[in-house]
């Protein structure tokens, strides 16, 4: 069974960094296609970003600004957020998938910055 659980999110100030963690069970973070999406108050789940065996891919919003990377013996992935802004606050959720599709979920992180 896979299971993917996030950790690090919290409330931190404008220009603040954090760091989230989608530890996983069940499948290898070397293989598949892994994505973080965050969902604020209101408004449609959006992607923020994903990592492939070998290129990564941001949002518009957050490129520049957020990091996504994985750690193979560890089996987790992260996402370094830097230089928040208030408009990141949402629910940020991991995923992992093959092909186009996302058939895994984590339950959320609540990230929260304050202006």
């Known amino acids: 069974q896979v299971q993917l659980v996030e950790s690090g999110g919290g409330l931190v100030q404008a220009g603040d960094s954090l760091r989230l963690s989608c530890a996983v069970s069940g499948r290898t973070v070397r293989s598949y296609n892994w994505g973080w999406f965050r969902q604020a108050p209101g408004k449609e789940r959006e992607f923020v970003g994903s990592?492939?065996?070998?290129?990564?891919y941001y949002a518009d919003s957050v490129k520049g600004r957020f990091t996504i990377s994985r750690d193979n013996f560890k089996n987790t992935m992260y996402l370094q957020m830097n230089s928040l802004k208030p408009e990141d606050t949402a629910v940020y959720y991991c995923a992992s998938g093959a092909d186009s599709r996302w058939d895994y979920w984590g339950q959320g992180t609540q990230v929260t910055v304050s202006s």
């Open positions: 990592i492939t065996l070998s290129t990564t």
